[in-house]
């Protein structure tokens, strides 16, 4: 009796470590422009070469402007993206870079090119990385010791984490979205509760959600502290792969489909954790500090602190306790990131704005997660929704999650973010930052203040 | 990587739960191509707020640093554990870490100790009501010693190893050449290739 994070871990042992680090197989190795060129460079300096080019992928998506192309970068971004391009010219590796068809963020690009696949040892020096466990895949994200030794040898020396099982049972309240799912797990185990743990997401919530969905909540995994979260694969999943470029085909269709039955953690199999969740007691989240742990339901009030860690908190955030979250009001919204810039996300809170106006006092922006999201999100007339509501609308890439283009906070700016961290300056330095669904941004956005899209519209 | 057997060093005091590798080295100094050069961003923007404790006299040039639970949660840039050492901490004490920065730390041969709370509790409090103390963490014989205070700690035998030869961990690997390839024959054929 196996789970599946096991099962794929039993598959992917070189050499068993016998009380040492297990050495496994990478099947797949993302590479962005940020982590990856000192590792590149500590590889040509050992006169090493990258063992299997034909299993790395790189895009370039941190940096990225997301308008104005290329010479919109600033110098040092200029020089990041340079060295991607050499290294992989260098290398064999093939690089969606600025500017092509298949650019966009690395968690975004993996499975809808059908790269991610179920079964697969997937590792990117990105801790987001998390988010490929939507499809059954063991994914998560390394270093750039890690990413050199994987560019290397194709492999890498890990012990066997231990297993949570994370159930959330029933429907969805409406205006309760994965992201709200995966805010109310961190919620629950707090933001190191899955700390040294695979988390397995299973239970008749996570089974009827899409795979977008699916992405969101294996995306925020690693805010909960474990550095997988995975999926068991199913029919959503089958049908989301079948005919992507990168998915098999005809012959090899159905003999990986045989391999991708058989990963589901056996009945019985025994868990070291396990933690329940009734779905329907979940309601839309929004953070109140600076950690993705510190939320409360928007209906709720900023908390009296308890610890030393939520006074810091509450002081950054400039936010006192008793205050309705409702009565919260932002200057920015971003919607965007590898944890919500996918078509669905964007369907969700077009269907929000559809109608509206951007409060005069906000300014917004959609960033899609990939160029292939945004061509797609266009085709639908998504664009027009926002445009005619006063949002931005931007070229595909990480953004204003991390600022590290020139999409940032600026000092005392709050913001109402589909992104996945509100570390203290993290979109920006003195920022502020709400984590929230991207109807909920939407809302958000129209209102001028953090709002309850239950009740939004209504009158 | 440089191999680390003892450090003895100014032991600075860091009493904050979670600190995530965004606070260590802020996003806008990840853009550099180097390994080094990053201990000057090291906490900048808590560094640049004032009145930060680090930046007190006694603590500079602190060699090891005390701190509270889940630190270097987060993302996984390894350039806070490279900030740290560039900025001369060869050993972080907490009584746990994020686990991606734990890795990163042992790659990057900065030595992650894992005490109880109990036991980083009472060394904070040394730190603090004694600015400047010496602290030794003996890596061989797993002991730490900071004035009257001493105790054991554990450690993965591994990556203890690896830290007490300053291995190549890289070259380790490359010696397996025949399991990888042996392993890569058995590959399926539907597995994705990106070319």
């Not at chain 2, 509790?121 to 602290?135: K, V």
Request: proline share 6%.
């Amino acid at each position: 009796m196996k789970t599946m994070a096991e099962k794929i871990w039993e598959q992917h042992v070189v050499v068993a470590g016998d009380g040492e680090p297990d050495l496994l197989y990478v099947d797949l190795h993302l590479v962005h422009e940020v982590t990856s060129p000192q590792a590149f460079e500590s590889l040509r300096l050992a006169n090493r070469r990258v063992r299997r080019p034909d299993l790395t992928v790189a895009t370039m998506d941190h940096d990225v402007p997301t308008r104005g192309g290329r010479l919109a970068a600033d110098e040092i971004a200029e020089r990041q993206m340079s060295a991607l391009e050499s290294n992989c010219r260098r290398e064999g590796i093939a690089l969606y870079g600025i500017g092509h068809a298949r650019q966009g963020i690395v968690h975004v690009i993996g499975p809808e090119l059908g790269l991610t696949q179920p079964g697969l040892l997937i590792v990117c020096g990105d801790s987001h990385t998390s988010t490929h466990g939507a499809f059954g895949a063991l994914a998560f994200g390394i270093g750039t010791s890690e990413v050199e030794h994987v560019l290397a040898t194709q492999c890498l020396r890990q012990r066997r984490p231990k297993t949570m099982a994370v159930t959330v049972d029933g429907a969805l309240p409406l205006g309760v979205t994965a992201k709200d799912v995966a805010l109310g797990i961190i919620a629950r185990i707090g933001v190191d509760g899955g700390r040294g743990h695979v988390i397995e997401y299973r239970g008749s919530t996570i089974r009827a959600l899409s795979m977008e969905g699916r992405m969101t909540v294996c995306n925020m995994t690693i805010e909960g502290g474990a550095r997988a979260g995975m999926v068991a694969p199913d029919e959503t999943t089958v049908t989301y792969l079948k005919g992507r470029p990168y998915a098999p085909a005809d012959a090899q269709w159905d003999a990986a489909i045989a391999h991708w039955k058989a990963l589901a953690t056996d009945a019985d199999a025994p868990f070291d954790q396990e933690v329940v969740i009734d779905a329907t007691r979940l309601e839309p989240y929004v953070t109140w500090g600076t950690n993705p742990g510190q939320s409360v339901p928007v209906s709720g009030s900023v908390p009296n602190p308890v610890t030393e860690t939520d006074e810091r908190a509450l002081a950054y955030m400039a936010l006192e306790p008793g205050t309705a979250m409702e009565a919260i009001a932002v200057d920015r919204v971003f919607i965007g990131s590898c944890t919500n810039a996918r078509l669905e996300d964007l369907r969700l809170a077009a269907s929000v704005v559809r109608g509206h106006s951007v409060h005069p006092k906000v300014r917004a922006m959609v960033v899609p997660g990939s160029a292939s999201v945004k061509r797609l999100a266009e085709a639908e007339g998504l664009d027009a929704v926002f445009r005619q509501a006063g949002f931005e609308w931007r070229d595909a890439g990480c953004s204003m999650c991390l600022g590290m283009n020139p999409d940032i906070l600026g000092p005392g700016e709050r913001c109402a973010s589909t992104s996945n961290r509100n570390f203290e300056g993290r979109q920006g330095r003195g920022g502020r930052t709400h984590l929230v669904s991207p109807p909920m941004a939407a809302a958000a956005a129209i209102a001028g203040h953090l709002v309850d899209v239950r009740e939004f519209g209504k009158n | 990587m440089e191999p680390f057997t003892r450090v003895t060093g100014v032991l600075a005091p860091l009493d904050r739960a979670n600190v995530d590798t965004d606070q260590i080295i802020p996003k806008q100094f990840l853009k550099r191509i180097e390994r080094s050069g990053f201990g000057p961003f090291l906490f900048y923007d808590w560094r640049r707020a004032g009145n930060f404790i680090l930046d007190r006299p006694a603590y500079r040039g602190a060699a090891v640093l005390v701190t509270g639970a889940n630190f270097g949660c987060g993302s996984s840039r390894e350039h806070a554990a490279w900030s740290l050492l560039d900025a001369g901490f060869r050993a972080v004490i907490a009584p746990s870490f994020g686990d991606i920065f734990k890795s990163n730390s042992f790659r990057s041969g900065l030595l992650p100790v894992e005490l109880p709370a109990p036991e980083v509790a009472e060394l904070n409090r040394l730190a603090t009501e004694e600015p400047g103390m010496e602290i030794t963490v003996d890596l061989k014989s797993r002991r730490i010693r900071a004035g009257g205070f001493e105790t054991a700690f554990a450690i993965d035998p591994f990556y203890r190893e690896c830290l007490l030869n300053g291995w190549d961990e890289v070259a380790l690997t490359l010696r397996q050449d025949g399991a990888i390839a042996r392993y890569e024959s058995t590959r399926p054929a539907w597995l994705p290739i990106s070319r």
